[in-house]
Nanobody
Framework: QVLLSESGGGSVEAGGSLRLSCQASGRSLRSFNYYQMAWFRQTPGKEREILADIDWNGGATYYKDSVKGRFTISRNKASNTMDLQMNNLLPEDTAVYYC??????????????WGQGTQVTVSS
């Protein structure tokens, strides 16, 4: 069982930046080294959508087109954390952001572990 916990959400004006962090716990560091992770977001009435994912070696393997060049995913194996640096935020980035792990692909149903979510609100 992997426990994921997000932090760093909040409110910001358009054009601003936020950095989300996800702390993984409940497994050994050796297991975390091979643990695929991703960031998703969800707005009311819509499906949870993948924003970016990152492989065990720290290489980003996917970015949603609308966040390319603005969001950067990274991970730190020493601290069992994954971050999402979000720059030039837009009002349409307003959503609940989720950390996910233990899966692959763009569909939320293919990911096993989830954080509780953190709200990001971008005002115009």
């Amino acid at each position: 069982q992997v426990l994921l916990s997000e932090s760093g959400g909040g409110s910001v004006e358009a054009g601003g930046s936020l950095r989300l962090s996800c702390q993984a716990s409940g497994r050994s560091l050796r297991s975390f080294n091979y643990y695929q992770m991703a960031w998703f977001r969800q707005t009311p009435g819509k499906e949870r959508e993948i924003l970016a994912d990152i492989d065990w070696n720290g290489g980003a393997t996917y970015y949603k087109d609308s966040v390319k060049g603005r969001f950067t995913i990274s991970r730190n194996k020493a601290s069992n954390t994954m971050d999402l640096q979000m720059n030039n935020l837009l009002p349409e980035d307003t959503a609940v952001y989720y950390c996910a792990g233990g899966g692959r692909g763009g569909s939320a149903v293919n990911w096993r572990d989830w954080g509780q979510g953190t709200q990001v609100t971008v005002s115009s």
